[in-house]
């Protein structure tokens, strides 16, 4: 099939291209509309505050990014994150701060390894599989704090993390954009990064061309869990609590937040710069919507129609991925000439 | 991998499956393993604690199971046509609840259940043509219909937590029928309907088709989308009138009710033994998964066992419950 043949016009080539570029295009206009609400909305402080509140789940959301385009799903997310909250909190007493936190983090890629046998050993379904961990991982925190949120020893170690360092940027805020560049290089530039999309979109083919899946899949898993427990260190050292409660709906709004940035649940496809675009969009949209005081649930009607609208969009288009949308094509066919520049095109199309 | 004859045993489709000595443990496991545990947890109940096997303990645990069980039905449905599972269930729990208490004092109480239950009968309509047509994953799918939903289902009241005014229609509900709890008798009721409907209509044979081979499915005309689709319109309705119940039983209902049915209904689903696969499975084995889970956990309260402690057994019983499930699986289709 030519790639040129289903379009007629430059209409549906333009609608191709904005639900390329959805995740840009939503969060310039979530931009536009919290400018327009909130005064002073691009002042750097309101900025990094919008940032700094989904430091926090954009761990998370890193971690589901992987575990996504991966095929998989995991829902243990926010059980880790109050297991090695409460353990870098915990432990505080006992082992000193540093160590505690890297116990902390420990504990989160051990829960992800966890998962990783669960999902790859036993092949229980992901869902499946990280649910019952969930709950597992849940009332353990439970049951070692006995339901009471614990304290830590000094509030002043956590100080630092909400301070800001660069500008205006916290440092929980560093750690996380850093860590999503780094992500975004990893699945673009690197073989492993390419190899797990490979992975994703099918498993069984990947594992025939010499990819170890299995060892992708387990891998996705852990790095998913270690996130997690990053997630949970931060949090708890910041706030100076280590709580069984803590992220009990994190992961579900992050699961969104990833799927708005363009990650696809049936694996495969996904990007760490859209679910960086997805988290911002859902922060400035939150933002907004709390600066005009409207209540919790209409936000979450408007959160949950721009969720279905963009995996509907996806869906509809995704017939025609071949399509290249790429900006520079993007630009020549839409430019006035484009009778001239198709015919170019369709010269080098091959039948 | 000769073996190419339809498995009749796990889809629970009668057929002309052979039994032979061979595959003697990996054919009946499936089909006794669900009593022989009840049995047991029974047994064991009995002997750990006097007080398990009265009378009133079990029809105790039976009216504990009965809210959860309607949900659970739905949830079948959606697991043997494939679609995952159904996220939504807290929010069109919610809505049932909010809308039956909230309409209470204005159309009275059967009239506002009825209302409440068409309503999530509504959202399950926008996520089975999401899901079945449009062809989302059924997990965004959910997740959205149900953000999207129970906000509206706030919106309308106001979020604030809403308070009942029908005291008769509670002890209606609490009240027994030949020492039968009437919610019970619900229950029994929603499930011998889909039991009924999945093993002996059209319906039932297309939700089993979709499952388990959906391509086929398509290819011999059956409306996949459509029967995709009804399996969520009806989970929605299900969870609608299992959140008018809790409504009327408990005389409150906030935004938070149903949080956790979700959960629990896929845990006694996959307890049951049905896969996410779709194809197999059916109402009295997820029916069997439930009351496992809750002999279980029965037995754990009745010894003080803290609750924490329940929680970790029911994430284990999951995990070995699904391990046991694949293995005899791949054990049944190799011999």
């Given at each position: 099939m030519s790639a040129v043949s289903p379009l007629r016009g430059g209409w549906s080539l333009a609608l191709l291209g904005l639900v390329r570029y959805r995740v840009i295009v939503i969060l310039i206009a979530t931009l536009v509309i919290a400018a327009t609400f909130v005064p002073g909305f691009f002042e750097a402080r309101t900025l990094s505050l919008g940032i700094d509140r989904v430091a926090t789940m954009g761990l998370i959301a890193i971690g589901l990014t992987v575990v996504l385009i991966a095929g998989q799903l995991d829902l243990s997310g926010g059980a880790i994150l109050a297991l090695s909250g409460i353990a870098a909190v915990g432990l505080q007493e006992s082992m000193g701060q540093v160590p505690a936190a890297i116990a902390g983090l420990g504990i989160g890629l051990l829960a992800g390894c966890c998962n990783g046998v669960l999902v790859v050993l036993l092949r229980i379904n992901s869902l499946v599989a990280t649910l019952a961990s969930m709950l597992l991982f849940r009332a353990v925190c439970h049951l070692i704090t006995d339901s009471r949120p614990i304290s830590g020893i000094d509030p002043f170690f956590g100080i630092p993390l909400t301070q800001p360092v660069l500008g205006t940027l916290s440092t929980r805020v560093f750690i996380f954009v850093v860590l999503i560049l780094l992500l975004h290089v990893w699945l673009t530039r690197m073989v492993s990064g390419r190899n797990l999309f490979a992975v994703g979109s099918n498993a069984t083919s990947a594992a025939a061309s010499g990819i170890r899946s299995r060892w992708y899949l387990f891998g996705a898993f852990a790095f998913s869990g270690l996130m997690a427990g990053l997630a949970g260190v931060t949090f708890g050292i910041a706030s100076n609590t280590g709580s069984p409660v803590f992220g009990d709906t994190i992961v579900l709004t992050a699961i969104a937040a990833v799927v708005i940035g363009g990650t696809r649940l049936e694996g495969g496809v996904g990007s760490a710069l859209g679910t960086l675009g997805g988290l911002l969009t859902l922060a400035a949209l939150t933002t907004a919507m709390e600066y005009q005081s409207i209540p919790a649930y209409v936000q979450d009607i408007v959160t949950g129609a721009i969720l279905l609208l963009l995996i509907l969009l996806d869906r509809l288009t995704h017939a025609k991925r071949?399509?290249?949308?790429s900006p520079t094509a993007l630009l020549r066919r839409l430019s006035p000439k484009r009778d001239a520049a198709r015919q170019h095109e369709t010269e080098r199309t091959p039948a | 991998m000769t073996d190419t004859k339809l498995d009749t045993t796990i889809t629970g489709v009668p057929g002309t499956s052979r039994v032979t000595r061979a595959n003697l443990g990996a054919r009946l496991g499936p089909v006794i393993g669900m009593p022989v545990g009840i049995v047991l947890l029974l047994v064991i109940g009995t002997l750990l604690s006097d007080r398990f096997f009265s009378v009133g303990n079990l029809v105790n645990v039976l009216i504990n199971i009965s809210i959860l069980g309607v949900i659970v039905v739905g949830m079948t449905f959606v697991f043997i046509t494939r679609g995952v599972a159904d996220l939504s269930v807290p929010a069109t729990v919610a809505v049932g609840a909010i809308l039956t208490l909230g309409l209470q004092p204005a159309i009275g109480t059967f009239a506002a259940a009825l209302v409440g239950i068409l309503a999530a009968c509504g959202a399950g309509v926008v996520s089975g043509i999401l899901i079945g047509y449009a062809r989302i994953n059924p997990v965004i799918t959910t997740l959205g219909v149900s953000t999207i939903v129970l906000g509206i289902a706030q919106w309308s009241v106001g979020g604030v937590i809403v308070y009942g005014s029908d005291a008769d229609a509670q002890a209606f509900v609490n009240s027994r029928v030949f020492g039968i709890p009437v919610i019970v008798i619900i229950f029994v009721i929603v499930a011998v309907i889909g039991h009924l409907v999945l093993s002996r209509t059209t319906l039932g044979r297309w939700v089993y088709a979709a499952g388990s081979n959906p391509d086929a499915t398509r290819a011999s005309a059956v409306p996949l989308a459509r029967t995709r689709a009804s399996a969520f319109v009806m989970t929605a309705g299900l969870s609608g009138l299992a959140g008018a119940l809790l409504g009327i039983t408990l005389q409150t209902a906030r935004p938070a009710i149903g949080v956790g049915y979700e959960f629990d209904a896929i845990t006694a689903v996959v307890v049951g033994g049905i896969s996410l696969l779709g194809g197999s499975g059916s109402i009295p084995r997820a029916i069997g998964g439930l009351l496992f889970v809750a002999l279980l956990n029965n037995i754990l309260v009745l010894h003080g066992v803290p609750t924490a402690v329940q929680g970790i057994a029911k994430g284990l019983l999951i995990v070995g419950a699904v391990s046991l499930d694949i293995y005899l699986r791949r054990k049944g289709g190799r011999s």
């Open positions: 071949g399509t290249d949308v | -």
